[in-house]
């Protein structure tokens, strides 16, 4: 007899799904629904008391109409009241509906809270499992809040079934995952970790998943997980195929269990203990040499469940990223698999290599593979492995192979699907330019891209081009050729065209000597794209013939005719007119001197992270352009390609040739402005913050540099008072003009701290010194901004850098006895006046620079308080006019993880998150 | 894993469960969307794709698309053998299931999976654990309930 006929049938359900099915359309389906709806309506509402199975029954009908993809408005009450049935099938029915039609109405949740709490009182295993997965598969706050601190406790009770065990682990991870805060840590925790050597294997293989995700948040609390699930692993992994029973799958011991235990170790770093590591690394061993076993079933089961185990070792491999012996036998596994006849595996060798390209073990021997890779790309006929073979293509690339790999991914861009050519044009611009050693290659390029899939060339892209030209001259006239050839084409993108027209509007003048491309050939060239264009395009053109008529006179004539017609001065949009107006006046009314100086050559693009990279990783969320961020695989790149990129929303207002708005302002000269306001100056450099860094510890060095210009820096303090030295050294031969170095408060600053000074002038060449007074009012988080303004050659520069006032500058070093440390510290015990961070070492962990360092940062070095000789423990006073602040701190090293602990303690609580921050930065 | 679906080679939706909390409104907009995509792929395509934020996992059984969700970290493959020990687990249950079967018996359908996932993770890959939870259920039963034997359309080989 099969399992579903014994006894369970429900006949008026099993018609209406077959009269459901044989409903010709639509309508009669709602038609029939309709009916059953009304016919269960009158059910529920009749006077006669209904009995459980006719419940059941109308109740699985409401459930199929609603899984059917209709409306359920009725029928929660009646399936609440199945849940207090003392009928299996019945309560099982009732806890289905609820289960997957949740309604918040109040009444009906205290039922259900009320008949959940009966079940998991109730001693009967099945019921505690029905009501642990009625509250898995609901996952509300409300049930988080009535449940939460329960569940616990039946997951660790000595008397609890496996099986209520296993469904109470994975309930409480689900409320875990829906509520954090409200699921207690406490004494379970650890009972929780030591389910991992429980005897049942469903029971470990619930367990692990809830300890994953819990020790993502309280590493330290479920630590010793590492060594129990290493033995577990070790466990699985050397037993023969058979030693589990029902728990080999296909001949693979444990697969999911293994999978899980290799998920959990990927939480943490390598063990520290060295017994634990052997133990593990001799299990990776043994998962790759499995690998090279000959299969012990055809069945495609087997190798999937072996290959599931094997692709999470090599994850942990890579996880690690400190074993090149290992990461190198991952690497030639994956290899393997790059040619293998199952699909499946192509795609996920080709997805794994690529998190191994990024290791520096491993990325040579990644690059070994690239023949293979590009034939991916062009022989997959599955275009999610195709993309696959791009990202890898994209991770592994780097000087050596740039050429090859750009030229491969251009030609793969012509027959590419739709759906990822934008994501391919970003990756070839920026490996373009990242990899770029002579940069009329960075030119053909892109303008390749733009020839090849224009539409999906973003801003973000010929942006980048033009500013790349713009800043540097040696690739300005062969840039102005290519373009010009470009626009030849008798169908030509309209990127290509903003392009041209930018190109030929800046250094057109370098290509003008040749005949063809003489200064009228290249006015018409872009007139004739002129009509065919968007207002967009249509606006960077008139601005490129403003250009024209400083660079080329002769042109002066032809131009100022195209700007008089009335198809401009009279266009109907505003822009186009006001353009038109202005150029053609300006044309007019002013001197050749002025014209040149109103149209010069645009300044260079300030120097910065690249915004199509930018662009990428939001396209591809987080980690998606790894390869190109961490520059420790390629640091040689960062020299000649670094950035140059206006931020987005100014990007457009820096690249337009001056003079949209108000042409004439520019005439203006230029007089040396007032004092800027913090709304006046630009925002500081992307590295001020860093710089801001070098100078917590210490007071004296240069806090800034360029070809330009050195400042340094010399600074005391003593109490709330401070006293610093800003010497600005002119490295050039040229006097600056208007130098004038000035100090913003940004926010509310000004009532925490006053920094006074006076103007210096700097005549240029030699070193000139500033001298601030400084007094700390209060306690405060900002430094203050010192804005550097001065005209070098003509252009005018501007540079905003954070001043290095920091808290921590008054500190006043206090030493005390061990005891009445802890007394102190006691005292500071509010959760608000404490502040933690746990981060990973970013310098060699030397016991001496580390002294040094807290002694810089202001602090006394307290001896003999802390039991581990290890710690660092100091002790000093924040000194504010306003008040005084003590602080107590705390660096636990932890040489073998390579981790610091700080802990801060001060009586008030944004000081103690400040200096916890400013502090974590130095290690 | 976010969520699970199966889905007929028409696109009709036969089982939906949800791991992560969404309003039916999105539910719907998702099942739309990815029944469309799955349907779309040739046979021998791989049985992985990249959609949203989410991996998606799928695997055809006769005239059933079997498709998972499952996030970034999460193992492929496995997932796949999760597809694959369900249908065997129903398999097992209803004897050489069909379509059917999980037509006429959705809630039995769902009962299994519960036993065999909870809250998105895998509770017990035992074959004998899991179907010994749903054999007890169904030796609880009352006796005296109506009988009824949907043989006309269940083909069973033999009772586990």
Redesign the interface.
Known sequence: ???????????GL?VF?SDI?NCKSKEAEIKRINKELANIRSKFKGDKALDG?SKKKYV?KL??IF?L?HDIDFGHMEAVNLLSSN???EK??GY?FISVLVNSNSELIRLINNAIKNDLASRNP?FM?LA??CI??V??REMGEAFAADIPRILVAGDSMD?VK??AA??L??LY??SPDLVPMGEWTARVVHLLNDQH??VV??AV?LITCLCKKNPDDFKTCISLAVSRLSRIVSSASTDLQ??T?YFVP????S??LL?LL?CYPPPEDAAVKGRLVECLETVLNKAQEPPKSKKV?HS??K??IL??TI?LIIHYDSEPNLLVRACNQLGQFLQHRE??L???ALESMCTLASSEFSHEAVKTHIDTVINALKTE??V??R?RAADLLYAMCDRSNAKQIVSEMLRYLETADYAIREEIVLKVAILAEKYAVDYSWYVDTILNLIRIAGDYVSEEVWYRVLQIVTNRDDVQGYAAKTVFEALQAPACHENMVKVGGYILGEFGNLIAGDPRSSPPVQFSLLHSKFHLCSVATRALLLSTYIKFINLFPETKATIQAVLRAGSQLRNADVELQQRAVEYLTLSSVASTDVLATVLEEMPPFPERESSILAKLKRKK?PGAGSALDDGRRDPSSNDINGGVEPTPSTVLSELEPPAPESPMALLADPAPAADPGPEDIGPPIPEADELLNKFVCKNNGVLFENQLLQIGVKSEFRQNLGRMYLFYGNKTSVQFQNFSPTVVHPGDLQTQLAVQTKRVAVDGGAQVQQVLNIECLRDFLTPPLLSVRFRYGGTPQALTLKLPVTINKFFQPTEMAAQDFFQRWKQLSLPQQEAQKIFKANHPMDAEVTKAKLLGFGSALLDNVDPNPENFVGAGIIQTKALQVGCLLRLEPNAQAQMYRLTLRTSKEPVSRHLCELLAQQF | MQFMLLFSRQGK?RL?KW?V?LSDKEK?KITRELVQTVLAR?P???????WR?LKIVYKRYASLYFCCAIED?D????T???I??YVELLDK???SVCEL?I??????A??IL?EFL????????????VLK???????????T???????SF?G?KK??
């Not at chain 1, 007899?1 to 006949?11: E, F, I, L, N, Q």
């Not at chain 2, 021998?44 to 990249?50: A, H, Q, R, T, V």
Request: hydrophobic share 35%; with cysteine; charged share 25%.
């Open positions: 007899m099969p399992a579903v006929s014994k006894g369970d049938g429900m006949r099993a799904i099915r199975y699985c459930l199929f899984l993809g009928k299996y099938t099982q029915i289905l099945t499992c642990l997965h898995a598969n996952g509300s099986s296993q469904s994975l309930c991870l689900r995952k829906a294997m469903g293989t619930a998943s029902d728990y799958y444990a697969p999911w269990l999978v899980k998920r990927q089961q999937n469940a290959n599931a692709f999470e994850s699909t499946n192509r795609y996920l006929r599955d999610s492995v993309q969320g | 939706l939906q791991y909390p719907k040739k021998k395509m791989c049985s992985f794709l990249e934020d970290q193992n492929e493959l496995i796949l053998e999760i694959h020990r249950y209803f004897g079967d037509i006429f018996n959705f809630e039995k769902y009962f519960d909870l809250g998105g993770e895998v509770q017990e890959t035992s074959k004998k654990n939870a749903i054999e007890q259920a169904d030796l609880l039963q009352e006796k309930e109506t009988m009824y034997h949907s043989k269940i069973f009772a586990y």
